[in-house]
C-alpha cells in the first residue's frame, strides 16, 4: 500500500430534526391537546486511533464525510430517530487541524482513542414542550439546529521511540533491517527509501523498542531539497535521534561536512527538534582496516568538533553524556551493544517520566535530560 502522510478532507454533521407540531385526536377525547414530538439528533462524525490503519491513503481518495440528518418529530409522542454517527479510523499518531483556523482539532496518540471532528445538530422541540395553563394548544414548535461542518487537515506522524537519521545511502535500512523484522528496500544507489519505515527491536519477551528509518537528507532539505524534508516530521515524536554517518562513502565526499549539513538542516526545521538527544552511530566499518577505521574516526571527530566523553555509568545508567558508537549494519557488528545502550536509555526516561508524575513529596530530585549532540 502506497504510504500517505497529509491529506485533506471536509466533514459535515447531521442537521437535527425539526419539532413536530401536531394535536390529538381520537374519538372521545375532546381537546386532546398537543402531542408533538421532538426531532432526533443529526449524526456526529467521529476520528478514532487505530493501530491496525498505518497511512492516510483513504483520505487521498475520499475527500468528503456526511453524516446523515436526524429524523423529524411525529404526532403520538413520538420523537425523530437520532442518526447514526460516522467513525474514521486514522492511523495512531495523526495530527487533525482545522484548514480555516490552523487549531490543532486533535492528536490520536494512543488506540481506541475516539474525538468528535464535527457535532450532530439537536433534534427541534414539538409543540409538547409550549403547552402551558395560558397557552392550551401552542402551536409552536422548533427547527432542528445544524450541524457542524469544517475542511480538516490530516498529517501523521510516525510513533517511534528512536529515530535514525542521515544522508543516503548512510546505512539507515540496513541498520534497521540488522535489528528488527522490518524489510525496508536496500540497494546500492541514493533515495531507496521513498518513505519512513518502522522496526520493532525485541529485546526479550517484555521489552521492546520502536525505531524510525525516514528517508535519507541532503544539504537544502529544510527548504525542500531531496525528499527527507517531507519525512521530518516523522522525527519530531521521537524521544532519542540516531545519527548514522557513513565513513567509507563510494566517493569523494566528506562525511564531517555531511554530518554538520543535516545537523544545520535540523536547525533550520525545528529548533526543538535539534535539541533532542542525538547519538552518533559510525557505520560500514567493515569495509576499513583497523588503522584506516582509526584514522577517519579521529578526521572526523577533528572536523566536526563534537566531543564524547566516556559515559560516567558508576552509579546507574548516564542520561547526560552524549555516546558515540561504530558498528557495521551489514554485518552486524556493534548493532547489539547499540540497541542494548538505546534501551537502557529509554528505559530510564521512562523512569524518570513516572517519577516526575508522582507527587512532589516522593519524588527525589531529577535531573532534566538536555543531552545533545551539537555542531560548533
Known sequence: MKFIDEAKIDVAAGRGGNGATSFRREKFVPRGGP???????????????????NTLVEYRFVKRYQAKNGEKGHGSDRYGAGADDIEL????????????????????????????LARGG???????????????????STPGEEGEARTLILELKVLADVGLLGMPNAGKSTLIR???????????????????????VRMDENNSFVMADIPGLI??????????????K????????????????????DPAAEALAIVEELRKYDEELHDKPRWLVLNKLDMLDDEEAHRRITDFLDKTGWNFPEPDDR??????????????????????HLVQTVNQYLNEKRKLLQAQTLPESNTASVQTDT??????
Open 89 to 116: 479510523k486514522m492511523p495512531v499518531g495523526t495530527l487533525i487541524r482545522d484548514a480555516d483556523t490552523d487549531e490543532i482539532v486533535a492528536d490520536l496518540v494512543a488506540h481506541g482513542q475516539r474525538v468528535c
Open 35 to 53: 402531542d408533538g414530538g421532538d426531532g432526533g439528533r443529526g449524526g456526529s462524525v467521529f476520528a478514532v486511533a487505530d493501530e491496525n490503519v
Open 234 to 253: 516523522h522525527l519530531s515524536r521521537t524521544g532519542l535521534l540516531l545519527h548514522v554517518v557513513d565513513l567509507a562513502p563510494f566517493d569523494d565526499t
Open 178 to 200: 540488522a535489528v528488527s523484522a522490518a524489510r525496508p528496500k536496500v540497494a546500492d544507489y541514493p533515495f531507496t527509501t521513498l518513505h519512513p519505515n518502522l522496526g520493532v
Open 122 to 140: 439537536k433534534g427541534g422541540l414539538g409543540n409538547i414542550h409550549f403547552k402551558s395553563s395560558v397557552n392550551r394548544a401552542p402551536k409552536q
Open 315 to 336: 552509579f546507574g545508567f548516564d542520561m547526560t553524556t552524549p555516546r558515540l558508537f561504530k558498528i557495521s549494519a551489514l554485518s552486524h557488528e556493534g548493532t547489539q
Open 219 to 232: 544539504e537544502g532539505a529544510a527548504e525542500g531539497a531531496g525528499l527527507g524534508h517531507r519525512f521530518l
Open 371 to 376: 543531552s545533545v549532540l551539537k555542531a560548533e
